[in-house]
């Protein structure tokens, strides 16, 4: 017999579907509600990110400038008649005070920039900051660098900060024990990072000796003017195309005297050999020559920007966002390349941020484990074989060294080692922030 639904039956119906529907209403307004506040939040953190970096590369600017200024004075001091040498010596120490302190300066800027945009404070920052103070020793800087040092980072480290310096993340020479990469894949047995980046080390490795020494590698986490000394006289200077000339009728300046003539006249001052503040040739230098791999950008750069140096790569954390942004001072000397002919002249008037891996080789979010590990216990661990508990970079030396992790890794790779696929680099930075392409 045919069955018949009553008006009351159907009204139950419809009340479940009403119910079920408003519940799946709710639950997408949940979602769309969350997705919505994380994008908020990772947009504030980008922005906050990036405004900290440019003022980070202002101060950067500024000290390069101020160290260009004091350069140019012991030009005018020397070019004048008046016995000055002794005097212009003395202006180096200013030089080399005005290149240490400009870091903490900018890192203090960046870490109140961050700070006033809303983002929350980095507490493990303070704690390293100590650590690298206490530890500092310098060579050829003037007499009581390191209790200078000490006492900066002693006091910026009694503030909160907001902002850290980025870690470096990678040895450019290709060192395993400095690549950051290298311990993620051991934890995460990923051994198609292997096949592609080191699976003939994998094949033969024996022991800790087949790493090979440690490399000189400043991981220190902290911006840097990155000058040297360059002792020569203004006489030579001059002679060697170097344009003060130039930066000073930029600056606005009246252009150096002519040497004195006469028999009473001496161009003695000329002629002494002095030290000035000049770029780091390791540090500095064209871009393309800095960065063997290639920059991330396409297009013509313009040779009065064709320069490494002085970056200031900065990162910022809120929750379980990272964001990695790297800013730098640009300008030009007479219309030409601030850096051209070596000595340090000033002329950087603005900052723009620069993609991440157009930055120093490597870099990561500030990560002060990782920093920890390749300062202290990698000295350790490449002369004993020595590792620490606690730390699972040391974790992953270990289980890097057990044969049968290895062995395995091997038998897989053989059989699927084929199937592997390069990680894309579009551009896609994932929660680290910063993307490869990124500003």
């Not at 980070?56 to 004091?70: F, S």
């Not at 006033?116 to 800087?141: S, V, W």
């Not at 040779?303 to 970056?311: I, P």
Request: charge should be negative; hydrophobic fraction near 45%.
């Amino acid at each position: 017999m045919p069955r018949f639904t009553s008006h009351a039956d159907r009204g139950g119906q419809a009340v479940v579907l009403l119910l079920g529907f408003l519940v799946a209403l709710a639950a997408l307004t949940l979602w769309v509600g969350t997705a919505y506040r994380h994008a908020a939040e990772r947009l504030a953190l980008r922005d906050g990110g990036d405004a900290a970096a440019l003022a980070a590369a202002r101060w950067q600017a500024a000290g390069l400038n101020l160290v260009g200024e004091l350069n140019l004075i012991q030009a005018y001091m020397l070019a004048d008649a008046v016995p000055n040498a002794h005097a212009a010596r003395a202006l180096h120490g200013l030089r080399q005070r005005v290149a240490l302190a400009a870091p903490f300066l900018a890192l203090l800027s960046a870490s109140e920039t961050a700070r006033a945009n809303g983002l929350p404070e980095i507490p493990e920052c303070a704690g390293l900051l100590r650590e690298i103070g206490d530890e500092a020793a310098f060579n050829g800087l003037f007499p009581g660098a390191e209790e200078a040092f000490r006492d900066m980072a002693h006091t910026l480290a009694a503030q909160p900060l907001h902002a850290a310096p980025a870690s470096p993340g990678a040895d450019p020479s290709g060192h395993l024990l400095l690549a950051q990469d290298f311990y993620e894949a051991v934890l995460a047995d990923d051994w198609c990072w292997f096949w592609f980046n080191a699976y003939p080390f994998l094949q033969r490795f024996s022991g800790r000796a087949d790493f090979g020494p440690l490399p000189d590698y400043a991981t220190e986490p902290f911006l840097g003017l990155r000058l040297g000394e360059r002792l020569t006289s203004l006489e030579d200077l001059l002679a060697q195309g170097v344009p003060l000339d130039a930066q000073l009728a930029d600056l606005g300046h009246p252009t150096l005297p002519p040497p004195a003539h006469g028999p009473a006249a001496s161009g003695a001052e000329r002629r002494q050999t002095v030290p000035w503040s000049a770029y780091d040739a390791g540090a500095w230098g064209p871009w393309r020559a800095m960065r063997p791999g290639g920059l991330p950008i396409t297009g013509t750069l313009r040779g009065q920007y064709d320069y490494f140096g002085a970056s200031a790569p900065l990162s910022v954390a809120d929750g379980a966002f990272v964001w990695l942004a790297v800013a730098k001072p640009f300008g030009e000397v007479g219309g030409a390349n601030p850096t051209e002919g070596g000595l340090v002249l000033g002329g950087f008037d603005d900052v723009r941020l620069i993609p991440v891996d157009a930055g120093d080789v490597g870099l990561v979010a500030f990560n002060p484990a990782w920093l920890r590990h390749i300062r202290r216990h990698l000295p350790d661990y490449s002369a004993t074989g020595l590792t620490f508990s606690g730390c699972r970079y040391c974790s992953a030396l270990r289980t890097f060294a057990n044969p049968a992790w290895r062995a395995r890794g091997l038998a897989w790779l053989a059989r699927f080692g084929h199937t592997c696929r390069r990680p894309r680099a579009d551009g896609d930075g994932g929660d680290s922030g910063g993307a490869h392409y990124g500003h």
